[in-house]
Structures are given as structure tokens and as C-alpha cells.
């Protein structure tokens, strides 16, 4: 045989019984989201560069080294969405939604591209469930996210205990401007314990160095100076209500002055949840999110402000420790013909079940009464309809319930009755 080309490193098919885990996450979050007022928006995967290049800003890891870009058959350049923040912006200024009302609320479920060293729970196609807010400066809006996203987690079945969220402010563009001097002062002044990477950001985009993983750039900034530190007191305010608020939505939380987050786009507050549950390892990192006031008007709408979050559902799947199999649908009836006569009769009963709701197989390939109820039982199924010679004669069936063991004889016009009598 000859052999199939692999699927792309780090982007997976996902299929059952996972895929129930999936379609349970998907529903969960459709039902909260909705439920807080948001309605979905879907935007294209693949977006003109410059898009992502001027939001999650030049000097990122996302940017300089994981976006798929490439020129099209036009020779424009184009960029697998590697987020959702920006297509969002793009949608609401592309549409001058704010004329259309002064506040949005926007959800998506879907995939996202970074070209990142795949591992357990990074992966180069992952994805994400997001919601953007526009119009709402209000710190009662950061909270009212974070405490939804909080809810989400909780709903999902992650005990309250295995969540950890970090909160930071990131403060106004201008207190950012006073902290980056006195920080660029102080790595400056420790140059020689900085790798070549963050001394490349030192002059390109300073607060980056605070993200480095690297353990030696890890302890220098633990002596750094704080960003929440200098900031003003309209910024502390507002920082102050966030957490006034969380707490009275009975949500824990601790405030991480460290937490910069990896794209340029932010203000005012950040946050991140990480959780311990489940087998995520080192990408424990399950969402992340915050304000980002400047957004809108940097790509060319006018000054409104905003914020969202994003959540990995791969993560947050790993964190959930049930297996995916007790996410699985039950087979409601398996039909069982004992001969091509039997098949032409039960199947028109099977399409009336199945268009009644109920998960309905049917066994096309035909075989004995053994090989098709061995076939039943892997399938789980909870009942199943056998029909051989003699039903097809006097227009019955043979019902059988495999909770209890037992077999009835039905005729034809009451089999849907009868199996939502055992189903129920
Ligand atoms: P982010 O922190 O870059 O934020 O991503 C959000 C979440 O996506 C992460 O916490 C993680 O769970 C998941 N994620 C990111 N990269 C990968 C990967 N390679 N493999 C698996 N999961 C991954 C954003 O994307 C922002 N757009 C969030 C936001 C919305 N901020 C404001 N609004």
C-alpha cells in the first residue's frame, strides 16, 4: 500500500469519542455566552498581514515567529488568524459598528494558527473560545468578563479550587511610556545577564523582556521595577474596582504585577487562568485576556474602548479529567433485519425514529441475530428492533431493552410510542 501523506506537524483531527468532549465545551460555552448577551461573530481564517502585525504589534513572539504568512495567488500577503482580537476590530471598524449601537458584545468558537514547537497542549492548530466587548470603559465591564469566564471554568467542571486567575494592570499608554524608562534603566544598568534575544528587545519593546522564559532573565526581572507600581491614581482606581467587584462575584483571584501577557494590543487590566487539573503540564495556561482601549482607533475606527479574552479548548480539555467516552451520546435503538425483505421493512421505521429525534443504527450488511446484537452492545446501544421472516409477515417486531433483559412483541404503529416509553 502505498502511504499517505501525514497530516501537518501540530494541527490534529479530532474525532469521536473526543469530539463529544468537544461538542459538550462548544455547547456550554454557546449557552453562558449567550447568556451574558453576546452573540457570535464569524470572521474568515486567513486575514491580510498588516492586520496582525499592527495589533499584536511587530516585536511579539507571535509576530516575529510563529504567524503561517504567505503571499496569495494575488501576490498580497496573507496570515492564518494566529487570534481573534484583531479580526474582531477589524469586523467592528469595517462596519462602523458603534453606529449601530454603543455596546457589542461578540463571541467565536475556531481554530487559530501558531507555528510554535508542538507539545502537549500547544499545538499549531489549536482553538479558541473568545468574547470581545466594545464600548464600555466601566471596570464593572472587567469584571463582569472575567467573573463570566470564571463561570464558564466552574460550569465545565473544574472545581473552583484548581482555578488560579492573575490579574495585572498594564495602566495608560503614558504611565507604560515612565515605567519603560525606568526599566530599560535597570536592565541597562544588568546588560550582561540578559540573553541576546531580550537585549534586542531592550530597544525594540522593553516589556517584552518580561515575558522571557529564559531562567537567568527570569531572576534579573524578579528584581526589576513594577509597572503597578508607578501607575496613577485614576488607573489604581480603576484597577481597585475590578478587584472590589470580583470579590463581591465571589471570585478569587491574586493581583501578579509580573503578568504582561505576550501581545502589544493591552491597557488597563490584564488577567490569566491557569489551573492544575487534569494533565496539562507546562501549558497550563488555560486563557487570557484584558482591555485594550487603543485598539479600535489604532486600526482606523474611533476611540472605543474594549476588551475580551480568549480560552484554549484543547487545554481546557485536558483539564477535565472524565474521559471522553462518558461524553458520548447513547445509541438509542440498534434495528437488526435478518434478511434483505427485513431491511426493506425496517427501514422505513428506523427514518420515522430517527427523524423523531432518537440515534437510530441500522445494520445494512445484514448477518446473524449474534454478529448484529455483539455489534448492538459495543455500540451501547439501549434497545434494539429485530425483525426476521415472521415479522415482516404480521407486520411486528421484536423490542428488545438490554437494561432489563427483556423482549416484546410491538406491531409496526406502535413501535414509536413503545421506544420512547423505554427510552424516557
Ligand atoms: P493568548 O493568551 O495568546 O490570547 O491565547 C489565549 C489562549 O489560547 C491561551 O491561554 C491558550 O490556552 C490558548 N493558546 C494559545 N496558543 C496556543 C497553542 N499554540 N496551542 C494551544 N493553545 C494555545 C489571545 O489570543 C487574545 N486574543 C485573547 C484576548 C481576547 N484578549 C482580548 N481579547
Known amino acids: 500500500m502505498a502511504d499517505v501523506p501525514p497530516s501537518v506537524k501540530g494541527m490534529n483531527d479530532i474525532l469521536a469519542p473526543e469530539v463529544s468532549k468537544w461538542h459538550f465545551l462548544e455547547e456550554k460555552a454557546r449557552s453562558i455566552l449567550e447568556s451574558f448577551s453576546y452573540r457570535e461573530l464569524r470572521t474568515p481564517v486567513l486575514e491580510y498581514t498588516p ?3 499592527r495589533s499584536v504589534g511587530e516585536v511579539t513572539d507571535v509576530v516575529e515567529k510563529q504567524m503561517y504568512t504567505f503571499d496569495d495567488r494575488d501576490g498580497r500577503s496573507v496570515t492564518l488568524r494566529p487570534e481573534g482580537t484583531a479580526p474582531a476590530v477589524r469586523a467592528y471598524v469595517e462596519r462602523a459598528q458603534w453606529n449601530k449601537e454603543p455596546v457589542t458584545r461578540w463571541y467565536y468558537i475556531g481554530p487559530m494558527f501558531r507555528h510554535e514547537r508542538a507539545q502537549r497542549g500547544r499545538l499549531r492548530q489549536f482553538h479558541q473560545v473568545g468574547a470581545e466587548l466594545f464600548g464600555v470603559a466601566e471596570p464593572s465591564a472587567d469584571a463582569e468578563l472575567i467573573a463570566m469566564l470564571h463561570a464558564f471554568l466552574v460550569e ?3 472545581p473552583a479550587s484548581e482555578i488560579q486567575l492573575s490579574l495585572n494592570s498594564l495602566g495608560e499608554p503614558g504611565e507604560r511610556l515612565v ?14 545577564k540578559l540573553d ?3 537585549r534586542r528587545r531592550l530597544t525594540t519593546n522593553p516589556l517584552r523582556v518580561l515575558d522571557s522564559k529564559n531562567p537567568d532573565v527570569t531572576a534579573l526581572v524578579a528584581g526589576a521595577p513594577l509597572l503597578l507600581d508607578t501607575l496613577g491614581d485614576e488607573s489604581r482606581r480603576r484597577f481597585g474596582r475590578v478587584q472590589e467587584i470580583l470579590k463581591s462575584l465571589g471570585v ?3 493581583v501578579d504585577p509580573r503578568l504582561v501577557r505576550g501581545l502589544d494590543y493591552y491597557t488597563g487590566t490584564v488577567f490569566e487562568f491557569k489551573t492544575n487539573a487534569g494533565d496539562l503540564g ?8 484584558g482591555r485594550y482601549d487603543g485598539l479600535v482607533e489604532s486600526l482606523g475606527g474611533p476611540r472605543v474602548p474594549a476588551l475580551g479574552f480568549g480560552l484554549g479548548i484543547e487545554r481546557t480539555l485536558l483539564a477535565l479529567k472524565e474521559p471522553a ?3 458520548e451520546p447513547a445509541l438509542g435503538v440498534f434495528v437488526a433485519p435478518m434478511d434483505a425483505a427485513a431491511l426493506a421493512f425496517a427501514l422505513p421505521i428506523a427514518h420515522r425514529l430517527r427523524l423523531g429525534g432518537i440515534r437510530v443504527e441500522i445494520e445494512h450488511r445484514l448477518g446473524s441475530l449474534k454478529s448484529q446484537l ?8 439501549r434497545l434494539a428492533i429485530i425483525v426476521g421472516e415472521t415479522e415482516v409477515a404480521a407486520r411486528k417486531v421484536q423490542l428488545k431493552d438490554f437494561g432489563t433483559g427483556k423482549q416484546h412483541e410491538v406491531p409496526v404503529d406502535e413501535i414509536e410510542t413503545r421506544v420512547r416509553g423505554l427510552l424516557d
Open 196 to 198: 541576546e534575544e531580550s
Open 179 to 192: 515605567y519603560r524608562d525606568a526599566l530599560v534603566a535597570y536592565l541597562t544598568a544588568h546588560q550582561d
Open 51 to 53: 492586520l496582525f502585525v
Open 156 to 158: 465545565l467542571g473544574l
Open 374 to 381: 455483539k455489534r448492538a452492545d459495543r455500540l451501547k446501544a
Open 282 to 289: 507546562a501549558q497550563n495556561t488555560v486563557g487570557g485576556g
Open 325 to 327: 467516552e462518558s461524553f
Open 252 to 254: 478569587a483571584f491574586d
